[in-house]
């Protein structure tokens, strides 16, 4: 390889030859049809899918994130949830569109990617297993920050790859702007795409190469600034500070145990195909013959960074930075292996074995994932005492709001909450920052405002937690109303008559 001299293109004989319209839309609508279960549900799916679900009800009553709303993810999150919540006129699956869309997106991306890399065959291989992946649509299906980060950052790395190949300045815009979205989703998790993507920029020849390296983080951080402006100082308390002091105890072994059974159960499909591919190299079994390194390494410089993401490169930087990154992490949640799936299914189809072994791998993993991806594909109601929580909530006079440290169970119900409230995660219970953290005391204070008539215990790391919570409750009028076993316990106020003002206001929060 030599370094060029300039951004000029390479000979149409190096260029990848791309996927084409159908492919597109084929890997799209396979992602779209295997969350359409999940969207429609008329259950949340888990902790994130009920928070945000409720958090885009706060934002339909007229408060505002991070003002009113507490968001603990960037200031672009729920502004984009409720866009998708009006692009659909406000129905009950509003706050899942976005994600949904996200799940799409990530899967043309991830293709796009193998595109640049490996022939089509390949890149649609790389497409199907992210559309299928049980990760992604565990983030993808419910509302989740991650899942909307996974794709954000995902494209970012199909506009760098290909700006590798043509350093236009649109491709460069479009990477910062694509870079500045996801650090304003969430910046955490899409660190591993972004440094890949700038170590791409960095690396790519052009008159403009250095000033386009040094801009790049720049100019997202000056998105994020301007994301942020409309929603005060409130952002850093619950976008940055709350990141920087919340309590737990780093535990990178269980981290990884947590990693590994849970992709084994999820997205076995995919890592049958990667070791495949391993085994097959390892046996020396004849595989097609992809594009050669140098090839995919066009306009590359030599310089030892050039060198290091070279090609195909790049796409084992990305997965061994969200490896390190999901494995360092405290805490790590599942929700946050998404970062991690769109590499490992681009690398998985680049090295995929044969075609036999491929399909058959897949199909016998997808026996095994299958079940455990049942609640999204087939989601069924609520049963037992969650129902009977449900249907409490759904009793209560219109314009009543519920407390609940399980938000999904008020938005499910077609009620609201405080909006302070639509995220009270054992990491808020924990937190050492006064504007930040939920106590028994300010659960009473919330629980004071008229308009509150259950308050749900549910979680025994949250709620639960609050040993004085009944007395406090018991002095503003609440009376025990179901007791579900384990500690599950509602309390609802008698006579209950919310008040259905027009203005959007919360209950006082002091150090807010």
């Not at 259950?43 to 885009?56: K, Q, W």
């Not at 595989?287 to 290091?308: D, H, N, Q």
Request: overall charge positive; proline content about 9%; charged content about 20%.
């Amino acid at each position: 390889m030599r370094s060029l001299p300039g951004p000029a293109p390479e000979p149409c004989a190096s260029r990848p030859a791309g996927l084409r319209g159908w492919d597109l839309a084929g890997l799209g609508a396979l992602a779209g049809l295997v969350r359409l279960p999940a969207l429609f549900a008329s259950r949340h799916h888990h902790y994130d899918d009920g928070g945000y679900g409720l958090a885009v009800v706060a934002l339909r009553q007229g408060f505002l994130p991070f003002r009113d709303v507490f968001s603990s993810q960037g200031p672009l999150f729920l502004p984009l949830l409720r866009l998708g919540d009006v692009l659909t006129a406000g129905a009950s699956f509003g706050p899942r569109v976005v994600p949904v869309a996200a799940g799409m997106a990530a899967t043309l991306a991830t293709a796009a990617v193998a595109a640049e890399l490996a022939d089509r065959p390949r890149a649609l291989l790389a497409g199907v297993l992210a559309a299928t992946s049980g990760t992604l649509l565990w983030t993808t299906g419910p509302s989740t920050s991650d899942g909307v980060t996974a794709a954000i950052t995902t494209t970012a790395v199909a506009v760098a790859v290909r700006y590798r190949r043509a350093p236009t300045g649109a491709r460069f815009v479009t990477v910062v702007a694509l870079a500045g979205a996801a650090v304003s989703v969430k910046h955490l998790m899409a660190g591993p795409a972004l440094v890949a993507v700038w170590a791409v920029v960095a690396t790519t020849p052009h008159p403009a190469r250095r000033l386009r390296a040094a801009a790049l983080p720049l100019a997202a951080a000056v998105v994020l600034g301007a994301v942020s402006l409309p929603f005060g100082g409130h952002v850093i308390d619950d976008y940055l500070r709350y990141h920087l002091t919340k309590a737990g105890r780093r535990d990178p072994a269980a981290n990884l145990s947590k990693l590994a059974t849970t992709m084994l159960r999820r997205d076995l499909p995919l890592l049958a195909v990667g070791v495949g591919g391993v085994a097959a190299a390892a046996a020396g079994t004849p595989r097609p013959r992809r594009r050669s390194a140098r090839s995919r390494a066009v306009g590359v410089s030599e310089s030892r960074l050039s060198a290091a993401v070279a090609g195909e490169r790049a796409v084992w930087w990305w997965a061994g930075l969200a490896l390190a990154l999901l494995v360092g992490q405290e805490p790590m949640f599942r929700n946050h292996i998404a970062a991690l799936v769109p590499p490992l299914a681009v690398l998985a189809a680049v090295h995929r074995p044969p075609w036999r072994w491929t399909a058959a791998l897949g199909l016998a993993g997808a026996v095994v994932s299958v079940p455990h991806l049942r609640p999204l594909l087939a989601p069924g109601p609520y049963r037992g005492a969650e129902a009977a929580v449900v249907d409490e909530i759904r009793a209560l006079p219109p314009g009543a709001w519920v407390l609940s440290d399980e938000p999904g169970f008020v938005w499910r119900g077609g009620r609201a909450t405080d909006p302070f409230f639509v995220d009270p995660s054992v990491l808020r219970i924990r937190n050492r920052h006064p504007a930040i953290r939920i106590d028994a005391r300010r659960v009473a204070q919330a629980a004071a405002d008229p308009r509150v008539c259950l308050v749900v215990v549910w979680a025994p790391v949250r709620f639960g937690s609050f040993d004085d919570l009944g007395a406090r409750l018991g002095g503003l009028g609440f009376r025990r109303s179901l007791d579900l076993g384990r500690d599950r316990l509602t309390y609802r106020r008698e006579p209950c008559r919310p008040d259905r003002g027009d203005r959007a206001t919360a209950a006082p929060a002091p150090d807010r």
